[in-house]
Structure formats: structure tokens, C-alpha cells
């Protein structure tokens, strides 16, 4: 065989055992009984182990060494070997086994942290990770920045500053348009019980709508709702508290946009390095404008309102304008997981900023709370009453995602960008919509972004697809449209 | 670290994954979409791939040749270790990778053969993994029996010079017992329809009844019911039909007897050779006093009647003696997995006696299906309709489980040996069976056959636990006194 068939064929198989390693992490979510918490967490060391060594296997560096570049997949092929093998010699297995231990343990001490509401209990743990993941940014980095090799861990090819000049842009906008809606009376929200089985039989009907193929899928329930898998398996999740349907509709939506990426794919990439969402920007525009742009615009929450009543009856909301506007409702809260289109990014700019600071030194462990309590009051307009609702609420920094968050706002950034491109594509979307139809955007989509796969580089996949650079300018403007509507700004 | 330790630590990595592709296959059965199924074999293969390099290992070899044995569980662990090094030493990777890939596809064959009735279309298959078994057979067996080394893989130290004295005289008294049962009146059976999520509910009580600890299990529904994995993550599934809620609730008995093993092996031997049930014998030994002895007993039903009244209402049955032997009916069948236990050791012993006759060739694969046909009308007094009901029905030979069906019979042999112990042990045991409380019972057999895992031969367990040499005379004469209290013989 050739050094490529070679170098795929062992490739194939390492993707296939990363493949097992996510379903294990389903499975601990979603099936796992809850006292085999001990031996799953050895069963995962050693198929991490089995991984960390085949992707560090020398051959690898061998077959790379004297491989003969083909068409345009083979390339792509390569650049996703030759990235991921380059990081991995590039970082100390000394490091690397010390981040793992140290990460592995964080989260339990954060967890415990938040709990207590108590950050000087983090702080020593917080201190320790980010030292080790500065050294591994470092490692990484050679002479360039240390951030921006965090940042292409979770989004290949961006960087800080191109990020922060549209970020930079998007705050204040975001900040003003806060402040404007929140002057204004809050529309009604729901009120009253929802039946949870209801909840998840509507739930699978929408992710049906939305083109997820249950027969390459499932939906299960769990703590914190996430998606799992490539290719023909790609499972969702989601959840349900009786007093807010809406928590597992949207929570719904949004797994179905990142696993409908995934079935989307084009089937030739199964196994391979294309055959997985290209970063967590792009695999976030798709979560993103699912729910967003698609689940909660006008005409498709005027549908929802239908389905709603026919499997909760009336629920105290008078018309599909009112409950648009209890869709989109916007109110003050502490929590990111659970802010509004409007206030979401606001939060992550929030997390951008201070990790780029601790990063760079400039901002202590020490001083973070004070810093994030800081911000937070100047972008919200009211205080932080405890860690928990503050500096404590994320598990990212705790288990090493220095360099993650921006990509949900990146995320939504595309999303706008290619919601407008969307838009210009079919002009009768909400026509659709409306109907509960979302086969002609979901179709988009696909063809324009899903079916790439890994192909192309992320920023790459989204010019291609809206036709120009992403700039924050569309989501700004739809976002100041939607609202300006609904809150007659 | 010495070799010991060395040796052993490489063994747990291995234990480990062999619990994940476990699951895997679980998740198989029960959870994964069902057009995962390609993607799934290339991530078995993988894993599969993974473990057979670990057990072929040479530092295994190199640990081996310079450890010192330390005590009993040092010695045990070494025992097991040792073996399976060995087997897998002697078969040459090539045999193995073609018995691999020959039985793979020799399943869907056979599932074909059978759902056209056709067994010429299997038999050209059958000869061929009955011939790579063979080719296996003899370098496991270098001078020794073939079969017996056949029967090594699932039931170390059993020989077919021992399992034929048994069985041997098994046999007439069955066919004996049996022609005299049925030339009495069949008891009455059940009639009506029985909701399904009232068997679950019922059968997911009754697992707790029989001490299957749900914090390290769970139960769900798959077509062939099967217990999986071991220590802490050990599942089971059942099936259920309207008709016949038996089938859910003595299925559910019979697998947690299996998942009972796991749970209940001394903790300390998590994740090494010891910490699995010892051998399909000793296995099938659990769960088939759980689900008969124990299960099937007239006490025990008298309190199932009641439960099941609860559950379903009246259903036609009239008091708790006409229940008992309405769980207890003999009726004439083809198919072994639903065959009564009068009747189902009849099917194992055929089975037995035409493998071992293939293995030596005293048997042709052209002439296996009147073999079959004539053994089936001598121990059951009628004719074989079609091949699915008869040489067809089960999926063994396909993929080359050679040696596995005796352990069956082997298992209900043991069953009923420790059945008669633990009548000694616990003479009141009725008392509480007829409450419902098998504690005495399950508590009896943890202490002196599960929580022992493999620290013992298969056959040292059963003569430790029972006080004697195994025989089948305990089994002949419960069979022999319950049936014929139940059909005044």
C-alpha cells in the first residue's frame, strides 16, 4: 500500500476507538448505572490511553514524512493529520499526563467550590491549571501567541486579534440594545406545569422537523444537554423541568443543529478526519441558527404555538404574537447558559476577556473575581450576589478550555452571517416556516456548510457560504431588528 | 515495579476495554439507532483489533516466565492469565483472523438459511467454520482431545469423557419423565393479554427481589435477553409479549442470576482475571437456580401469584396451586430457549452429542440435519416440521461455538447440586421464598459460589459449595419430585 492508504488506514481505526471513547461519555451521561461512576473512570483512562499512544504512534511522523499529496481530500486528509500529530509532539507527555491529572481532579474541587460559593477554594486549583496550560500554549505557540494556540485547539486558523475586532464591535451594540429592551415592560412568560413526557414527545417531533434522522440518532434526557458522535451515530440529548417547556424545545433544537451537522456530513468522510464538524465556531453557527434564527423567529414559533396548545392546551397565552414575544423574552439574569439572544454574547465577551488577561498575565487568579464581578456590572447594570451566579458558574476554566468560549460567539457570528445568506437564498423561508416546514433551510445548510465536513478551514466553509468575510454586522442587525420589533424600540 | 505488578497493571488496562467493547455490545442490543449498525462493526473491529494485540502481547510472555507466584490470588490471577496467554499463542493470528472473518459473515448465513428454511444453504458454511474450528481444536489440543479443548474455551478443566458419564445418564430418565408427563392433562396455561409496562414494572421488582442491585445495573428490553458486563456496570435485558408475561419475569430471573454473579464478586477483584464469573457452567448454574429452584419453586409462585394478581387483576387462574403449575407446564415444543426444564436439558444433550460427532467426524454437515430429525423424534416422540424448528433454530454453530451448548446442561447439573446444599443450609427457606424474600437464599450462594469470581476452578467451586463431587443426580431427582408432584406421577 501507499504511505497515505497506510497512514488512513490506521487513521480510520484510531477514529473509530475516539468514536467508542464519545460513546462512553454518552452512555456516563445518559444510561451509566450511578454507582459504576469508578470503574468507568478506568475503562475511559485506558482507551485514552489507547488513543493518546496511536496518535502519538511514530509511524504516523514516517507516513507523513513521505507521503505523496493527491486531490483536494487527500489534502484536507493530511492537513488534519499533520495538525493534530504536530500539536501532540509539540506538547511534553510529561505535560500532557500532568494536565490530565490536574484537569481530572479540578473539576471535583470546582464543583465542590461552587457548592460552597467559595472561590478563594478554586483559586489555588484554578492557578495550578492555568500555569499548565500556558506552558503546554507556550509549547505550542514557538514564538507566536500563546492565546491564539489555545484558540486553534477549538477553532483551527483563528486568532485574538481578528476575534476581539469583531467582538469589540459587537459590545457595546449589545450593551445599548440591553439597556433599551429592559426599559421597556417585560412581555408575558409562561406560567403553570407542562407535562414532562408531553415535552419530550413534542420535543422529538421538532427535532424530526428540523431533519434530524432518528434512524442514525436518539434522543435521551440528561443533566446538561449535549450531542455525541459522528457519522451514523450521532445521539442528542436534552431535558425537562415541568414550569418551562420552552428549556427543552430550544435545549432540543440547538443539539439537533450540532447533530444534524454531524448526519450531514458527506457519508464518503465516515471515519476520517473529514468526517467530523471542522471547529467548534462552525459546529456552534449550526447549533446556533437552528435555534435562533430558524426556532425562534416569528413564523416558526407561530407554528409552535399550534403544537404547543394541542399538547398542553391552553396555557395562558393569548395569541402567536404574545408568544413570540414569551419566546424571546429578555430579563436580567446571572447565568449564560440561560441568558437570551440578546444577553448571551455579552456573557461570553465577559469570559473572552478575562481569560485573555489571565493568559497574559495580566490579571491574577487572585484579582478574578473582582475583575468578572466588575464587568459583569458594567455590561449588566447590576451586581453579582455569589460566586455561583458569577466567576464559579462555568466548568470550563476548571478542566483546561482556555481558549473555547469565544467560539460560541463566533458561533452565533456565523450564524448571522449565514442566516442572511439564508435569507437572500430563499426569500419565502417564513412561508415555510410558518407551515413547520424547515426542509429548504436545513437543506441549505447541508449543501452549503454541513456536507464539507472538515474539508475546508472553518472561516473558509462560512465565506463560502455567505458570499464575504463573517463580520458581526449580520447577527447585530438581526438581532437589533428581531427585538426592536417585538419590544417597539 | 516487579513482574508482578507490572504484569497485573498491563492486565487491568486490558480488563478494562474488554468491559467497553462489552458495553458496546450492549449498547448494540438496546440503545444504538439502527442505522449505525456499519459504523458500529469497522468500531468493534477497532476494539477488538486493540485487545487482541494486548493479549498476544510478548512482554506478557516475558512477565510470565519471571514471576514469582505469591499466595492464592496471586496464583489464581497468574492461572488466568497464563491460560488465555497460552491459547492465544498457539492458534496462529492467521487461523484466528479467518475464524474471525469466516464466523462474521457465517451468522448473517445462517439467519438467512434460517428464515428460508433452507439448511443446504448453510451447510457449505457450517463446514467451513466447522472445519477452521477443528484446525483451532487441534492446536489448542496438540495431543490431547479436540473437543475437550473445545470445551477449555468456556469451561476450563471440563472434559467429554466426564460431561458423557453425565449426561449419559441424564438422558433416559428425562425421556422418561417426560413421555410420563404428557400423557397426563396438561395443566391450564394463561390466555388474555398483559400489558407490557406492567411486566417491566413487575420483573424490574422482582430483579430487586432477587438482590440485582440497580445502583450497579439497570434493566432494559432486547430481543434475546442477556446480562453484560462485570463489577460495578453489569445490565441486564428482558423482552416482553402481551401473551406471555412468564417469558418477561422468568427471563428477567434468569438474567439476574447471571448480572447477581457479577455484582457479587468480591470487590477486590475489580478489573482483573478474577473479577468475572469462572466459567459458562458455573454461570449457567446462577441463573438457572435463581430462575428454577428458586424461581419456578412452589413456594416462591404462591407469592408471585399474588403479585401478579396485583398487578394485572384476576387472569383466569384460579388459586395458587393451579398457578404453580401453569408456570411449571410441559408442552410439546421445538425450539430449546422455550423449552420447560424437563424438556430443555433433552435439547442441549442432542446438540451435544452431534457437535462432538462433527468434531470427530463421525458426522458429515450433509447428514447433520437427519441426525438432527432422528435424535429429535427418538427424544421427543415427534417429527421435526422445518429446519428452523430444528437444526436451524440456534445460532452456535454459525459462529463456531463448538463446546459452549454442553455447558447448559452442565449448569443445571451444578444448579441442582447446589440446590440440594443449600435446602441443608437453609431447611426454612420455603417459609421465606413464599414471602417473597430470597435473601437467605441469594446470601447462601454469594458466600459460597459468587463472591469467589474465579479464585477456583469451575468444578472446585461447585465441590466447595455443595459438598461433593458435581453429579446429576440432585437435578434428576428435584426434576423427578417436583414434576411428579405437579402431574401426580
Redesign the interface.
Known amino acids: 500500500m501507499s504511505a497515505y492508504a497506510d497512514l488512513m488506514a490506521f487513521q480510520?481505526?484510531t477514529e473509530?476507538?475516539a468514536?467508542?471513547s464519545g460513546?462512553?461519555g454518552w452512555?456516563q451521561e445518559t444510561?451509566?448505572?450511578?454507582?459504576?461512576g469508578?470503574?468507568?473512570a478506568?475503562?475511559m483512562?485506558?482507551?485514552e490511553?489507547?488513543l493518546h499512544a496511536r496518535r502519538t504512534d511514530p509511524r504516523i511522523g514516517e507516513w507523513l514524512a513521505v507521503v505523496v499529496t493527491g486531490g483536494e481530500v487527500e489534502a484536507a486528509n493530511l492537513r488534519h493529520i499533520r495538525r493534530s500529530f504536530e500539536r501532540t509532539s509539540k506538547v511534553p507527555a510529561r505535560l500532557a499526563a500532568e494536565i490530565a491529572r490536574v484537569t481530572s481532579q479540578a473539576q471535583s474541587i470546582w464543583a465542590e467550590a461552587r457548592a460552597a460559593d467559595d472561590f478563594a477554594a478554586f483559586a489555588p486549583t484554578l492557578r495550578e491549571v492555568l500555569s499548565l496550560k500556558r506552558e503546554e500554549g507556550a509549547a505550542l505557540a514557538a514564538d507566536g501567541d500563546v492565546y491564539d494556540a489555545m484558540l486553534d485547539d477549538y477553532e483551527p486558523g483563528a486568532t485574538a486579534s481578528e476575534l476581539s475586532a469583531m467582538f469589540d464591535a459587537l459590545r457595546p451594540r449589545l450593551v445599548d440594545l440591553r439597556a433599551a429592551i429592559l426599559e421597556k415592560p417585560a412581555p408575558q412568560g409562561l406560567s403553570g406545569e407542562f407535562d414532562e413526557g408531553a415535552q419530550m414527545k413534542l420535543s422529538r417531533m421538532i427535532a424530526k422537523v428540523f431533519g434530524y434522522?432518528?434512524?442514525?440518532?436518539?434522543v435521551d434526557k440528561a443533566v446538561h444537554p449535549f450531542s455525541s458522535g459522528s457519522?451514523?451515530?450521532v445521539?442528542i440529548t436534552t431535558r425537562t423541568t415541568p414550569s418551562d417547556p420552552f428549556n427543552c424545545i430550544y435545549s432540543t433544537i440547538h443539539e439537533v443543529g450540532h447533530g444534524a451537522y454531524e448526519q450531514n456530513i458527506d457519508p464518503d468522510y465516515?471515519?476520517t478526519p473529514l468526517g467530523a464538524g471542522v471547529s467548534m465556531g462552525v459546529h456552534e453557527s449550526q447549533s446556533r441558527i437552528y435555534e435562533n434564527q430558524l426556532g425562534r423567529s416569528r413564523a416558526f414559533t407561530g407554528w409552535l404555538y399550534g403544537q404547543m396548545r394541542d399538547a398542553f392546551g391552553d396555557f395562558g397565552i393569548a395569541d402567536e404574537d404574545a408568544f413570540f414575544a414569551a419566546v424571546n423574552r429578555v430579563t436580567n439574569g446571572f447565568i449564560r447558559t440561560e441568558a437570551d439572544e440578546v444577553q448571551y454574547n455579552l456573557h461570553v465577551l465577559l469570559r473572552y476577556d478575562l481569560e485573555r488577561a489571565l493568559v497574559a498575565r495580566d490579571l491574577e487568579v487572585d484579582d478574578l473575581e473582582a475583575a468578572w464581578n466588575d464587568r459583569f456590572a458594567a455590561d449588566f447594570g447590576f451586581a453579582v450576589d455569589k460566586p455561583s451566579n458569577g466567576v464559579l458558574q462555568d466548568v470550563h476554566w476548571s478542566v483546561g478550555l482556555f481558549g473555547y468560549f469565544p467560539t460560541y460567539t463566533l458561533g452565533n457570528v456565523y450564524a448571522g452571517c449565514l442566516h442572511e445568506a439564508l435569507r437572500v437564498a430563499v426569500p419565502d423561508l417564513d412561508d415555510q416556516l410558518a407551515q413547520g416546514d424547515t426542509a429548504r433551510a436545513t437543506g441549505w445548510l447541508c449543501q452549503n456548510v454541513q456536507r464539507h465536513g472538515g474539508l475546508y478551514e472553518p472561516r473558509q466553509v462560512i465565506e463560502m457560504a455567505s458570499g464575504a468575510a463573517p463580520s458581526e454586522g449580520p447577527l447585530l442587525s438581526y438581532l437589533e431588528g428581531k427585538f426592536g420589533g417585538i419590544y417597539g424600540l
Open positions: 480510520r481505526e473509530a476507538l468514536q467508542i460513546r462512553l452512555d444510561m451509566m448505572p450511578r454507582g459504576a469508578g470503574q468507568r478506568e475503562e483512562a485506558a482507551i490511553g489507547v434522522d432518528m434512524a442514525r440518532g436518539r457519522g451514523t451515530d445521539r465516515l471515519l
